[in-house]
């Protein structure tokens, strides 16, 4: 679910850069800064969000070399755009709340300690500057630790079993298989170490007898004498090291293919399930061995456990449900906001010389 809490993860980091102090009295009318039925949100859960939506503006800027504030952003001033995305931002939290009572959810203790444990991770190094700027802990836990359990539940039970929008197991399989390749692979590198512990290139001789050893590892796994960990064992045994190279992946090459070399990827992608290669790619200067494991099989996998099940409908869905809640909370009509409290808020507070990049940055990074 990680994907669905990364906009709201960004105000933290936002409130660790503040770097104007605030002036003016701490009045008991601007103590708050929304109230729906009995329940009164804190000033600091605006100052909050209100952190969080610079951070999401300085993302969605044309020009990253200039101010966010001297742009626009979907057709609004740049500094409208940021307090109306903390005044949704609180909508989105009571909209939370009220799906979170309809669908007769509670909090067990465990997400209570999931909850405190949020709070108190980024309290233990954000503390003081939260204060500073009036953003007390229990706003920090309404605004945000709470908020994320809660949205998570609504979530589990509306896409999960027996929910609104119940994703069939037949529906995650098409996904899955559609999207992820399933692949082991171990390495060995053109250098050696030597007894000095620095890093020198193989010889020729070196390279070609070990160029022998992995393809002769390949044949192995493909023959089923040895599987791929026990063959990336024995090769780190034989050259005495105490790192091994193996992995065992579950990939969206299409998303994340960029993290491998794209040799790697391309005979990956060329390859049957149940396949094994030796591969030798001079421009990451290494062997390697892969297979290509049977993707229907990992999917029965992730199909039994609900936690791995959840996480892949999270991928299909989180998009849809973002969308959703966000255009249901926008339709609350029974929110009072405190308006002389909000308004004393001026996003440019958030602001420092190191949000800007350069216009040559900025101009590759929009390429």
């Known amino acids: 679910?990680?994907?669905?809490?990364?906009?709201?993860?960004?105000?933290?980091?936002?409130?660790?850069?503040?770097?104007?102090?605030?002036?003016?009295?701490?009045?008991?009318?601007?103590?708050?800064?929304?109230?729906?039925?009995?329940?009164?949100?804190?000033?600091?859960?605006?100052?909050?969000?209100?952190?969080?939506?610079?951070?999401?503006?300085?993302?969605?800027?044309?020009?990253?070399?200039?101010?966010?504030?001297?742009?626009?952003?979907?057709?609004?001033?740049?500094?409208?755009?940021?307090?109306?995305?903390?005044?949704?931002?609180?909508?989105?939290?009571?909209?939370?709340?009220?799906?979170?009572?309809?669908?007769?959810?509670?909090?067990?203790?465990?997400d209570q300690n999931q909850i405190s444990s949020l709070t108190s991770n980024v309290?233990?190094?954000?503390?003081?500057?939260?204060?500073?700027?009036?953003?007390?802990?229990?706003?920090?836990?309404?605004?945000?630790?709470?908020?994320?359990?809660?949205?998570?539940?609504v979530f589990q039970a509306m896409y999960g079993k027996g929910g609104e929008k119940e994703v069939s197991d037949d529906d995650i399989r098409t996904f899955y298989e559609d999207t992820y390749t399933n692949f082991e692979y171990f390495t060995c590198s053109y250098t050696k170490t030597d007894e000095d512990g620095k890093s020198q290139d193989m010889t020729d001789d070196e390279k070609a007898k070990a160029k022998t050893e992995f393809e002769a590892y390949a044949?192995?796994?493909?023959?089923?004498?040895?599987?791929?960990?026990?063959?990336?064992?024995?090769?780190?045994?034989?050259?005495?090291?105490?790192?091994?190279?193996?992995?065992?992946?579950?990939?969206?090459?299409?998303?994340?293919?960029?993290?491998?070399p794209d040799e790697f990827v391309e005979k990956l992608k060329s390859m049957k399930e149940g396949e094994v290669a030796y591969v030798d790619l001079?421009?990451?200067?290494?062997?390697?061995?892969?297979?290509?494991?049977?993707?229907?099989?990992?999917?029965?996998?992730v199909l039994a456990d609900d936690s791995q099940r959840l996480n892949v409908i999270a991928t299909m869905k989180n998009e849809e449900y973002s969308n959703d809640m966000e255009e249901a909370a926008k339709k609350l009509d029974d929110i009072t906001f405190n308006d002389s409290a909000i308004n004393s808020y001026d996003p440019k507070m958030f602001y420092k010389d190191s949000d800007l990049v350069s216009s040559e940055s900025s101009s590759t990074a929009s390429e």
């Not at 009295?25 to 601007?30: A, G, N, R, V």
């Not at 500073?132 to 949205?151: H, M, R």
């Not at 599987?227 to 780190?236: C, D, G």
């Not at 494991?293 to 999917?299: A, H, M």
């Open 219 to 260: 044949t192995k796994v493909q023959d089923g004498d040895l599987t791929m960990k026990k063959a990336a064992e024995e090769y780190q045994k034989s050259i005495d090291s105490d790192t091994s190279t193996y992995q065992s992946q579950t990939v969206d090459l299409e998303t994340n293919g960029s993290y491998y």
């Open 282 to 301: 001079p421009d990451s200067n290494k062997f390697y061995v892969i297979q290509k494991n049977s993707i229907s099989k990992k999917c029965d996998e």
């Open 123 to 153: 309290w233990s190094y954000s503390s003081s500057q939260m204060n500073q700027y009036g953003i007390a802990k229990t706003s920090l836990e309404k605004a945000y630790s709470e908020f994320i359990v809660k949205y998570q539940k």
């Open 1 to 110: 679910m990680k994907s669905i809490v990364k906009k709201l993860a960004a105000g933290v980091t936002a409130c660790l850069c503040l770097v104007s102090a605030l002036t003016g009295c701490y009045s008991e009318d601007k103590a708050w800064s929304a109230k729906r039925g009995d329940d009164t949100a804190a000033i600091g859960v605006y100052i909050y969000y209100l952190s969080s939506a610079y951070s999401e503006a300085l993302g969605k800027v044309e020009d990253a070399s200039k101010p966010v504030f001297d742009q626009e952003i979907d057709g609004k001033d740049g500094t409208q755009w940021i307090k109306d995305r903390a005044k949704e931002s609180i909508q989105l939290m009571y909209y939370v709340d009220q799906r979170f009572e309809d669908l007769g959810l509670s909090l067990s203790d465990d």
